[in-house]
């Protein structure tokens, strides 16, 4: 029986991308339980709302977090527009598919570098984040911003993308996708991060589906569960399975995410083959009325816009239910039981984006 | 013992191990994409080091990290003094437990888990030390550096008879360089789940000491590789570079394994590998 | 635009496990749990998932009375209960992992817990706070504690501090303390 000692990991770490704290309880290397503490990137955001015009907000909920910022405001736009019953014109629904696909696949990059640095391997880093950077110009050059977009708005979004450049895009993601291929390989065949990540970090099916795992953590123990499934924004008229991998470790989650960005690939493809002509904004009067609870799928996982007006230019309430707070049940499960070694890879494994659990 | 050899080491060392750093992090830098820093990169950082502030966590930190330096000095000495391959061993065997001790004085519970890892490392190495003195032992006859040289100059031809041997000390050249996959205990990066491991609690001048006392040993065990091409200098330079840029791709393309992991091969290779191949000399020679 | 429906049956604190319960039994997973403040009434919005359908119970309590915790049947809801504490106050009987308050360390115990008139007054002078530009974020004459508040939840660096101290005439402000020096104090009281 071995002294226990506390060892502190975060807020500061250099492993973690986003301040979360957890007092890691080890005996001998071996994690015995993990003690979070939440709370130091709160920002206040969802109380701007009742100070806030609900069309203005659009630019604080892309805020929330600089990931997953363009899939934020959609939801909340979503929501709004839940609540007023407004139409949004098809085409712009496709480009919000455009660029929320585009969020995904420099999201998964990011996270594809940050946990080949927690096992030690530079390079796939450098690597992994240099092909982040040409989706990273995609999305500057059709929305003016490489992390907060600010084209999506109440009743529409606020730039087009011409079907010449969409096509022009697509046939450039061909290339990321070879570039994407080659990176994966890596992390799938190579026997010093299967060596880390194989085994490591498993959580079963009954697991995730009692702690209320969302994204790919989700879809990595079995359970079928993508949102973009029931249709919103102008999923229901674009193809697409979601991806499934048993096995629940954290090798199965780096398999769904390298598979879902050439999911978000095909997607993009599929936009630019059957985007319509029309309008890209309604103009949008009144306030919003009643109450929504706007789901979306975050490249995390399943992430829940609750917005409550009461008729006038403020809301009353938006609270945002983000797939990292979900995240944190199974974390604390997985991290009992396992070497200190494994606590980056596992923490990373779920994807952390503190910013959003804590607005 | 040849006392020009010992004042040239002991000035020169830290020159030429600052180098080959330099050299290291930029052809890293190539491999990865970027380009790297200037080639000196590694003499501004030790001389910003002894530039800030004198940050001792008590009097013991610093006295232990002086021992190590000073004792891996004095195993460079005795090696090229063409002294005792075997007093060079456990000196740097004892060098290490001064840093372990470095590290477990700090109140760090990340530094006293990288200190426990750092003993791990050294008893992954040590067999391999003792086994390749013993196996130069077996071919030359005398644990002496310089006999050994002298008796490479005369034709023994130590890489041939000594395969397995030189295989074994190239594997525990990357623990020892704190490379990936067995960079552990600390990591030129501090990218790890202990920060920066062993050094996380060592700051200001005295972590500048610790840096010195790398670039030392460094030299020290190239040193030790270079012994096995006694009698053709040119062979030794060609193939020092080459194990060298050996070694910085590896560390490029591997992530870093788990401590069971690196003390199981380690003991393998050396058992295996370099244990068979002084078993066979001892029968056969 | 494709829209969910979305039903909300409203729930007595007292039938809440029952519901949750058969839920579960339903096979529905469990979304969230919301906290959110009208007036002076507070609304729990426990949300689920079934077959991809979107069923929501609402709990309504006036802040004061102890809600049964649900993480005995779904025990994800641990975390969204603790926050709910440490964020509003209400408390939860029977937390599967109950972190006592230490979850989210705040300077001001239950931040988003408002005074129900002073949401009103929040609501209604809009106008006044939408006429300042965006610059000044924080309307000086009108609603003091509103200051304090948005000043509380927008400065994240260790300015929260001395904003909480330099309000004057509000009860409740306790500076950081940790949980074990909270106890030392007791003790020694």
């Known amino acids: 029986m071995g002294k226990r000692i506390v060892v502190p990991f975060g807020p500061q770490h250099p492993v973690l991308p986003e301040p979360i704290h957890l007092d890691l309880v080890l005996e001998d290397e071996r994690v015995i339980e993990a003690i979070p503490s ?36 959609s939801g909340y736009c979503q929501g709004i527009e839940a609540v007023m019953e407004i139409d949004v014109p098809l085409r712009a629904q496709y480009l919000r598919v455009f660029w929320s696909e585009l969020s995904r696949m420099h999201s998964h990059l990011l996270w594809l570098g940050c946990y080949a640095d927690s096992f030690g ?81 498993v959580l079963s099916e009954s697991d995730a589906w009692k702690l209320g795992a969302a994204g790919p953590t989700l879809r990595g123990s079995g359970i079928k569960s993508d949102i973009r499934t029931t249709g919103y924004g102008a999923y229901e008229f674009l193809k697409m399975k979601p991806v499934v991998h048993h096995g629940g470790d954290c090798y199965a989650r780096c398999m769904v995410r390298a598979d879902e960005l050439h999911s978000s690939i095909d997607l993009i493809r599929q936009v630019s083959d059957q985007i319509p002509d029309t309008e890209i904004e309604v103009k949008v009067t009144g306030g919003p009325n009643g109450e929504y609870f706007s789901r979306v799928e975050q490249p995390r996982g399943e992430a829940v816009h609750y917005v409550k007006g009461d008729g006038s230019k403020n809301l009353v309430r938006h609270r945002v239910r983000t797939p990292t707070c979900a995240n944190i049940p199974p974390l604390l499960t997985m991290l009992a039981g396992c070497d200190l070694s494994d606590v980056p890879v596992i923490v990373l494994s779920i994807d952390p984006c503190i910013s959003c659990t804590e607005r | 013992m040849n006392l020009i050899w010992i004042i040239l080491f002991l000035v020169l060392a830290p020159f030429v191990g600052g180098l080959i750093s330099g050299i290291d992090r930029i052809v890293t830098a190539r491999m990865q994409g970027r380009v790297g820093p200037p080639i000196l990169q590694p003499f501004y950082d030790i001389g910003k080091l002894f530039q800030k502030e004198k940050l001792r966590i008590n009097g013991m930190q610093n006295f232990c990290i002086l021992s190590y330096l000073v004792l891996i000095i004095v195993a460079g000495a005795i090696f090229f003094g063409g002294g005792d391959l075997l007093l060079v061993g456990f000196s740097l065997m004892l060098a290490h437990v001064f840093l372990v001790l470095a590290g477990e004085t700090a109140n760090s519970p990340y530094s006293h888990i990288g200190a426990q890892r750092e003993l791990l490392q050294v008893m992954a190495v040590e067999p391999m030390l003792i086994l390749y003195a013993v196996a130069f032992y077996i071919v030359a006859g005398s644990f002496t550096v310089a006999t050994i040289i002298e008796h490479g100059a005369l034709g023994i031809s130590y890489i041939w008879l000594l395969p397995g041997v030189f295989f074994g000390l190239i594997y525990i050249f990357t623990i020892k360089l704190r490379k990936s996959p067995f960079d552990l205990s600390t990591s030129h990066h501090g990218h790890q789940e202990l920060v920066k491991g062993l050094t996380t609690e060592i700051s200001g001048p005295t972590f500048g000491l610790y840096e010195i006392a790398h670039l030392y040993e460094v030299v020290i065990l190239l040193g030790m590789i270079g012994i096995f091409f006694a009698g053709a200098p040119l062979l030794c330079i060609c193939a020092l570079v080459l194990l060298y840029l050996l070694e910085v791709f590896v560390d490029c393309s591997t992530a870093r394994v788990k401590w069971q992991l690196m003390v199981k091969s380690s003991w393998l290779v050396i058992g295996l590998v370099a244990f068979v191949n002084i078993l066979a000399l001892s029968l056969f020679w | 635009m494709m829209k969910e429906t979305q039903q909300t049956r409203v729930v007595l604190a007292a039938d809440l496990l029952y519901e949750v319960k058969r839920l579960s039994d339903r096979g529905a997973r469990m979304i969230q749990l919301g906290c959110t403040q009208d007036g002076e009434v507070f609304e729990l919005n426990y949300s689920f998932d079934i077959d991809g359908g979107f069923e929501n119970i609402r709990v309504c309590t006036n802040g004061n009375e102890v809600i049964p915790s649900v993480s005995n049947i779904y025990l994800c809801s641990f975390i969204y209960e603790n926050e709910i504490h440490d964020l509003y106050g209400i408390t939860f009987e029977g937390i599967a992992v109950d972190y006592k308050g230490t979850l989210i360390k705040t300077a001001k115990l239950h931040p988003f817990r408002m005074d129900p008139t002073e949401m009103k007054k929040t609501v209604k002078g809009k106008g006044k706070l939408q006429a300042k530009t965006l610059k000044e974020e924080v309307p000086s004459e009108s609603v003091p504690e509103q200051t304090a508040d948005q000043e509380i939840q927008t400065d994240a660096t260790g300015e929260v501090f001395k ?14 303390e940790k949980e074990e020096d909270r106890e030392d104090k007791k003790e020694a009281e």
């Open chain 3, 163 to 176: 904003a909480v101290e330099s309000i004057e005439g509000r009860g409740n402000i306790e500076t950081v």
């Open chain 1, 121 to 201: 391997f530079e390079n796939l880093f450098m690597n992994a984040w240099r092909i982040r950077e040409s989706v990273l110009d995609i999305m500057e050059e059709t929305s003016g911003g490489r992390v907060i977009q600010g084209s999506c708005k109440v009743g529409g979004v606020r730039r087009d993308v011409s079907n010449t450049r969409l096509r022009e895009i697509v046939r450039s993601l061909e290339t990321i996708e070879t570039q994407i291929t080659e990176l994966t390989e890596v992390f799938l065949n190579d026997s010093t991060v299967m060596h880390r990540t194989k085994g490591v970090g």
């Open chain 1, 38 to 73: 939440i709370g130091y990137i709160h920002r206040g955001l969802e109380s701007l709302v009742t100070k806030r015009d609900y069309k203005n907000y659009v630019f604080v909920a892309e805020r929330i977090c600089g990931i997953c910022s363009f899939i934020h405001s």
